[in-house]
């Protein structure tokens, strides 16, 4: 069974940094793409970073580039989310999610998912 679960979130002030983690189990990380989506209340759940199979599999939002560093750690079965400069507007709840092989910017696209954690950046 796949199960994801995030943690990590929390309130911090604009330009600092914050990590987040995504502990997976019921599956290989060498096999599936798992990605990290982003919501605000009343907005469409946004693609944040997906890191996935195959030789170009790590890919980010166009708001988040050069900013937020995606990785894996496999002996831990776990995804970061390395997120630095962070600003107000990335303040949302923090998702990751998993698909087999491939990544993809649609959450649609996803079979499973974690329960969220909440980021907050203050200004």
């Known amino acids: 069974e796949v199960q994801l679960q995030a943690s990590g979130g929390g309130v911090v002030q604009a330009g600092g940094s914050l990590r987040l983690s995504c502990a997976g189990s019921?599956?290989?990380?060498?096999?599936?793409?798992i990605a990290w989506f982003r919501q605000v209340q009343g907005k469409e759940r946004e693609g944040v970073a997906c890191?996935?199979?195959?030789?170009?599999?790590?890919k980010y939002g166009d708001s988040v580039k050069g900013r937020f560093i995606i990785s894996s750690d496999s002996a831990k079965n776990t995804v970061y989310l390395q997120m630095n400069s962070l600003k107000p507007e990335d303040t949302a709840l923090y998702y990751c999610?998993?698909?087999?092989?491939?990544?993809?910017?649609?959450?649609?696209?996803?079979?499973?998912w974690g329960q969220g954690t909440l980021v907050t950046v203050s200004s």
């Open positions: 890191i996935g199979s195959g030789v170009d599999r790590l």
């Open positions: 019921g599956f290989s990380f060498d096999d599936y793409a």
């Open positions: 999610a998993t698909r087999l092989w491939r990544s993809s910017p649609n959450p649609g696209d996803y079979d499973s």
